[in-house]
């Protein structure tokens, strides 16, 4: 290992937006449809567009912030540059519950389609398969998990427009062309604001990852530029898919009624393609999670390295980078330890905690973006009105609900890793006195 090692820059925007896309797994829009659709009483499609545009916002702030510090830290980086180093560890803090676990979550719910499929295997098997396949593929590097993405991201686009193509043509055949227009996904059955609201907010979960790039602008080229075009990107085009996959798997199954909403999907995949498209769409959700699980360690690995690189973080293991694979391999590995949690973890327990995480870390983003207005506009750069304080304080006041709709022992959890990560931060700076360490690599080259 190098201390002088740095991150090669190879990513461009294209690569990027591949990345955002596979952390978002767009294939789990299926996957919860039943779950809105019950919700909001069949208006799953308005859920999804309400939550996109929610979710702009944020998205909006995250560009803002990574074209002003183009640096990997994402959230954590964004508050300790704008508002204090303190503040930052905590977000940062905070943001290790969806970096860390989340990839630990995703191995598990790829283990767990598998084991139903073939009950004989232990799940364990799957969840370590996934782990070191993974693993291996980042520590390698981010061009060639790229590459990987790009094949395993077309394949689950493919599936996902199979399934609307053939959710139309369920629909064609019994109502004509005029059944393919209809008010219906968005209305539902006896829908109201407040279902719709609380529907919102549960899809708003299948949103989180599209700042997951910002972490790689190091190893972006022109990051200044391409970061933030890649976030609004990410967040259009998964919001996209989204809303019309929504609208005609709604059409197919009016109403948010379903013997298990769990497995809306899996039923309506066998309606309207039989049991081989059924077999299809499951195979495309393993997949789904795997390119998932790349791009969720990929990630989690950049933000350890981010904090080990300025010393909040033991610098020694976290703040190295490999001399002959320029990837942060030691971080890489210390995420697929704790995913090995997921051998004794269930899908419930381990997804309780993430978004606290995630929707704390998005709200001081937003925050940051006002401040770093307020600081521009004292020293004579007056930044946009809107960009820079309009629409953060909608993000703030969005992120804000959302949050609250998380349930107790989310709040609990995400509470206790809080404070957690006070005493620790209380250790390291002898009581909040001085600041943390500072960024070992405060300007990069921007080229």
Not at 9 to 16: E, G
């Amino acid at each position: 290992m190098s201390d002088t090692v740095t991150l090669s820059r190879t990513l461009r925007l294209p690569s990027l937006v591949i990345f955002g896309l596979a952390y978002l797994t767009p294939l789990i829009v299926l996957g919860i449809f039943g779950v809105i659709a019950s919700q909001t009483s069949g208006a799953s499609a308005s859920a999804y567009l309400l939550a996109l545009i929610a979710m702009l916002f944020t998205a909006n702030s995250y560009g803002r912030m990574a074209a002003a510090f183009p640096v990997a830290g994402s959230a954590y980086t964004y508050v300790r540059k704008t508002i204090d180093g303190r503040v930052g560890f905590l977000v940062g803090w905070a943001t290790m519950l969806d970096y860390l676990f989340l990839p630990m979550v995703i191995w598990l719910i790829g283990g767990s389609y598998l084991q139903a499929q073939f009950p004989a295997v232990p799940i364990a098997v799957w969840i370590i398969g996934f782990i070191v396949l993974t693993t291996v593929l980042n520590i390698v590097g981010i061009k060639v998990a790229d590459r990987v993405n790009l094949i395993l991201m077309s394949f689950q686009i493919l599936v996902i427009a199979f399934f609307v193509v053939l959710s139309l043509s369920d629909v064609f055949s019994t109502g004509g062309a005029a059944g393919l227009v209809s008010a219906t996904p968005f209305t539902g059955v006896d829908a109201n604001l407040i279902a719709i609201g609380g529907g919102a907010a549960v899809a708003a979960y299948s949103f989180l990852g599209f700042d997951a790039v910002t972490t790689f602008t190091e190893e972006t080229i022109d990051p200044r530029r391409t970061v933030p075009k890649a976030i609004m990107l990410i967040a259009l085009i998964g919001g996209g898919i989204f809303v019309v996959v929504a609208y005609a798997v709604q059409l197919v199954h009016p109403g948010g009624v379903f013997e298990n909403s769990d497995a809306a999907a899996f039923e309506i995949a066998r309606r309207i393609g039989g049991h081989l498209f059924g077999a299809i769409f499951l195979a495309a959700l393993v997949i789904a999670q795997f390119t998932s699980g790349i791009a969720a360690q990929a990630a989690g690995s950049r933000l350890l390295f981010a904090m080990g690189r300025d010393g909040v973080l033991p610098r020694r293991f976290f703040g190295k980078l490999s001399a002959r694979f320029h990837t942060p391999v030691l971080s890489i590995l210390a995420i697929a330890v704790i995913g090995l949690v997921a051998i004794v973890m269930d899908v419930s327990t381990s997804t309780s905690f993430i978004n606290f995480g995630a929707f704390l870390a998005f709200i001081m983003v937003n925050v940051s973006v006002i401040v770093y207005w307020a600081q521009q506009r004292r020293g004579g750069n007056h930044l946009g009105v809107m960009l820079y304080l309009v629409c953060p304080i909608i993000g703030v006041l969005v992120i804000g609900f959302l949050l609250t709709q998380l349930d107790i022992h989310a709040v609990v959890l995400g509470s206790i890793w809080l404070v957690i990560g006070a005493i620790i931060l209380a250790f390291t700076t002898k009581g909040f006195r001085k600041q943390p360490s500072d960024l070992a690599v405060d300007s990069v080259e921007m080229s």
